[in-house]
């Protein structure tokens, strides 16, 4: 139910993308739903998405609309170190699931020297980076396409995640708070975020420090769902009990 209501979200965003609103009744139409189901998956999108007089429209007080392109060319060292860092988990024979996003893209550049490493990912930029590293086998999710964050959505991708046997899920985020948690722009990347968390025998979450202490619409995860934190930023934590543990990158 929560990946349907996260779909549905990711289509009104979608829609919402230009700006504008957009009437109840055609939300519940676009997505097959009674209206009721619209105002419910509202009242859980975080204050994303927000009713005015029967019309929904982005909440204007979260940062601009993520654009990937706009973040290929930003904290390009801090993501070299991170993924660095992030390189010294993977060992030989790992099946890995690697985020969207432009975080996580120079791992392509860093797997040369592992042996029979299996790439799951549903954005495709990362995929076609990691198509270019030789011996690496490269699971595509697929699904509707999403133009601002280069990915792939589809109602059944958690599950299509949870039937892989991933050994390390590095995820990437737009925002990560001490007490609003891990989170990221659009709606459609919540599903397989989260599939990936729940089913990976380890989860590393990688992120630079302009992302820390940022809340943005599309919740996903708390810090203590992650075994290690990446980062080149500010996480000092209290070390509770299976909290994450901090790399400094």
Do not use: W
């Not at 599309?218 to 930023?233: K, R, W």
């Amino acid at each position: 139910m929560k990946d349907r209501s996260a779909m549905r979200l990711a289509r009104l965003q979608q829609a919402l993308a230009g700006g504008g609103t957009l009437p109840l009744g055609e939300a519940a139409q676009m997505c097959g739903v009674s209206e009721m189901t619209i105002r419910r998956d509202v009242a859980a999108s975080d204050g994303a998405m927000i009713l005015l007089g029967g019309r929904l429209v982005m909440a204007n007080h979260y940062a601009p609309v993520y654009d990937l392109d706009q973040q290929q060319d930003s904290h390009t060292l801090a993501k070299r170190r991170l993924c660095e860092r992030a390189a010294g988990f993977i060992e030989d024979g790992d099946t890995l699931f690697i985020d969207c996003g432009t975080t996580l893209l120079p791992l392509a550049g860093l797997l040369a020297e592992r042996r029979q490493l299996t790439v799951v990912t549903y954005a495709l930029n990362v995929a076609n980076a990691m198509s270019l590293v030789p011996g690496v086998r490269l699971v595509l999710l697929g699904g509707l396409y999403h133009t601002t964050s280069h990915s792939f959505g589809s109602d059944d991708m958690s599950a299509a995640i949870k039937r892989l046997g991933i050994n390390r899920a590095f995820i990437s985020a737009a925002g990560v708070h001490a007490e609003r948690g891990v989170s990221c722009f659009h709606f459609h990347e919540v599903a397989p975020k989260q599939a990936a968390i729940a089913c990976a025998e380890q989860r590393l979450l990688v992120v630079d420090e302009s992302k820390i202490g940022q809340v943005h619409p599309a919740y996903f995860a708390q810090l203590d769902d992650f075994d290690v934190v990446i980062t080149d930023g500010d996480m000092t934590l209290p070390q509770a009990d299976g909290g994450p543990r901090i790399v400094a990158a």
